[in-house]
C-alpha cells in the first residue's frame, strides 16, 4: 500500500527534462544510501533521463534524508552546482536545504529545486512550493484511507487487491493555490467532523446522565411508596403501644439520661487511653530504627573493627531512650486523670540538641548527609523538661533526615535575643504543598508520600509538648 517510488523517481526526471527543454545539468541529492526507496526513486530518474541526450548528471550525493547532511554534502560538491540548472532531491526536508545553500552561493535564481513528499501544514512541501522555497513537489501518496478500506474488507473476509499502487502528481506554480485550498477544506472539514463528534459525545452523556437521574426518581419513588405504606402502619401501632408505655416513660428517659452520662465518661477515658498508648508507640519507632542499622553493620562484618565500637555505644544509648519510653507507661494515671506537668530545669539547650543529633550522626553520615549545629553561642541555659524536649527534637530531626534524599543537607540554627531562643531545623529535602503545610500538625495527618508514610503522630505530640512549655 503505498506510491511506486519507482514512478515518482521518473515523474521527475520527465518533470525536469520537459522544463529545461531537454538540455542542462542535474544534482541529484538521495536519501539514505541502499534504501529502497533511494534506490527506486534513483532508477526512475535515471531512466526518464536517458532519453534526454543533452541532460547530464553532474554529480549525486547522500543526503540521508535530512536536511544539515544534504547541506554538508553539497558544500562539497560546489563547483557542480555552479554549472546547474535544475537539482533533485528525494524528498522535500533535503529539497529545502539545498535551496539554502543555493541561495548561500547566490545560484538560487537559475536552478530549479525539485523535491518529494509535498505534505501539507506548516513547513510541508506544499507550503514550500507555495512560498517558492522551491519550485515543484512530487506528492507521495500515504494512503492512510486505502489501508483502513483493505484492513475491513480483509476482517470481513471481502476480496481485496494484494498490490494498491496510489497516483501521484507534480505540485508547482501551476497548481499550487488549488492544492492548498482544497487542503484546507480538507482540514476545515475535518474539524467540523471532530466538532460533531465531541457534540455527539456530550449528548451522550447527557443522555446517560438523564437516564440515570430518571432511574433514580423512579426507584426513588418506589421506596418512598414503601416506606409512606410502612411508616404509616408503624404510626398506627405505635399508638397503640404509646398508651400502654406512657407510664414508663419517665423511668427510661432516667435510665436513658444516666447511660448517656456513662457513655460520656467511658468515651473520655478511652479516648485518654487511645491518645497515650498512640503517641508512646509512635516514640517506639525512631529509636528501634537507630539501634537496626548499627546491629546489621555489625552482622555483615565479620570481624569487628574500629567502627563497631561506635555502634556497640549507639546500641547502647537507644536501648537507654527506649527503657525510658517504657517508665512512661508508669504515668498512665497522671494522663488518665489530667495530671501530666512539666518538670522543668535549667540547662544548656547547645548541648542537650548536640547530644541529640549524635544519636542520628550514624545515619546521616552512611547516607551522605550533612548534618550541622549552627550556634553563635555555645552556652544557651534555657528552663525546660529535658525528657519531653526531647520527644520534639527527635521527632524533627527523625523527619528531617526521613524525607532528605542522600548527599542532601540538614541544618539545626539557634537564634537569641533578649528574651527568646528561636531554633530552626531545616533541610533540602522534598518539602511540602502550603495546603499540606496547614495540617501538619494534625493528630494522625500524613502527607501523600508513598516513600516515607509515618504514624501522623510525631508532630501533633511535639506541638503539644512545645504548648505544655
Known amino acids: 500500500m503505498g506510491a511506486d517510488n519507482y514512478q515518482i523517481g521518473k515523474m521527475a526526471g520527465e518533470y ?10 542535474i544534482i541529484e541529492v538521495m536519501g539514505l544510501p541502499g534504501s529502497s526507496p533511494a534506490i527506486e526513486r534513483h532508477r526512475g530518474f535515471t531512466d526518464a533521463l536517458a532519453k534526454f541526450k543533452n ?11 535530512l536536511k544539515d547532511h544534504a547541506q554538508i554534502q553539497l558544500n562539497l560538491v560546489q563547483q557542480d552546482l555552479k554549472t546547474a540548472d535544475a537539482l533533485f ?24 529545486v525539485l523535491g518529494v513528499d509535498a505534505m501539507p501544514g506548516v513547513g510541508g512541501g506544499l507550503q514550500m512550493v507555495a512560498s517558492k522555497t522551491i519550485d515543484a513537489s512530487l506528492v507521495y501518496p500515504t494512503g492512510g484511507k486505502e489501508a483502513i478500506t483493505t484492513a475491513f474488507r ?3 473476509k471481502e476480496a481485496f487487491a494484494k498490490e494498491n499502487i496510489l497516483q501521484s502528481l507534480v505540485i ?7 492544492m492548498k485550498m482544497q487542503w484546507s477544506k480538507i482540514n476545515s472539514q475535518q474539524k467540523d467532523i471532530e466538532r460533531q463528534q465531541s457534540l455527539l459525545e456530550e449528548q451522550r452523556q447527557v443522555y446517560n446522565s438523564q437516564q440515570l437521574i430518571l432511574n433514580i426518581i423512579v426507584i426513588t419513588l ?9 411508616a404509616f402502619y408503624w404510626l398506627m401501632e405505635n399508638r397503640k403501644i404509646n398508651r400502654s408505655l406512657e407510664v414508663k416513660n419517665n423511668e427510661i428517659l432516667s435510665q436513658r439520661n444516666q447511660l448517656m452520662e456513662m457513655s460520656a465518661r467511658a468515651e473520655v477515658a478511652t479516648e485518654a487511653k487511645l491518645n497515650f498508648f498512640t503517641n508512646i508507640s509512635h516514640e517506639f519507632r525512631t529509636p528501634l530504627t537507630l539501634i537496626l542499622s548499627p546491629v546489621e553493620d555489625m552482622m555483615e562484618n565479620e570481624k569487628l573493627n574500629s567502627i563497631a565500637g561506635k555502634n556497640l555505644k549507639l546500641i547502647h544509648k537507644n536501648i537507654f531512650r527506649l527503657l525510658r519510653l517504657v517508665n512512661q507507661l508508669i504515668d498512665y494515671r497522671k494522663i488518665e486523670y489530667d495530671k501530666q ?23 546521616a553520615r552512611k547516607r551522605n548527609i550533612s548534618l550541622n549545629l549552627i550556634s553563635s553561642e555555645k552556652n544557651i541555659n534555657v528552663w525546660f523538661d529535658a525528657n519531653m524536649l526531647d520527644k520534639v527534637f527527635f521527632n524533627l530531626l527523625s523527619n528531617s533526615l526521613k524525607f532528605t534524599k542522600d548527599n542532601g543537607r540538614i541544618q539545626i540554627t539557634f537564634t537569641q535575643n533578649t528574651q527568646n531562643v528561636e531554633i530552626a531545623i531545616q533541610d533540602n529535602g522534598i518539602g511540602m504543598e502550603p495546603e499540606e503545610a496547614e495540617h501538619i500538625f494534625d493528630q494522625f495527618y500524613q502527607v501523600d508520600n508513598d516513600n516515607a508514610r509515618g504514624s501522623g503522630l510525631g508532630l501533633s ?5 512545645v504548648l505544655l512549655h
Open 16 to 25: 525536469i527534462g520537459s522544463n529545461l527543454r531537454g538540455r542542462g545539468n
Open 55 to 65: 541532460i547530464q548528471i553532474k554529480a549525486q550525493v547522500y543526503g540521508d534524508w
Open 89 to 112: 532531491a528525494h524528498n522535500d526536508v533535503m529539497a529545502n536545504g539545498s535551496r539554502e545553500v543555493l541561495n548561500n552561493m547566490h545560484l538560487s535564481h537559475h536552478v530549479k
Open 154 to 156: 480483509i476482517l470481513n
Open 172 to 178: 508547482d506554480s501551476s497548481n499550487v493555490r488549488l
Open 222 to 230: 418506589v421506596l418512598a411508596i414503601v416506606f409512606g405504606g410502612l
Open 341 to 363: 506537668q512539666i518538670n522543668a530545669a535549667p540547662n544548656n539547650l547547645v548541648d542537650f540538641v548536640t547530644d541529640i543529633q549524635e544519636s542520628f550522626r550514624h545515619n
Open 461 to 465: 505530640l511535639s506541638k503539644e509538648i
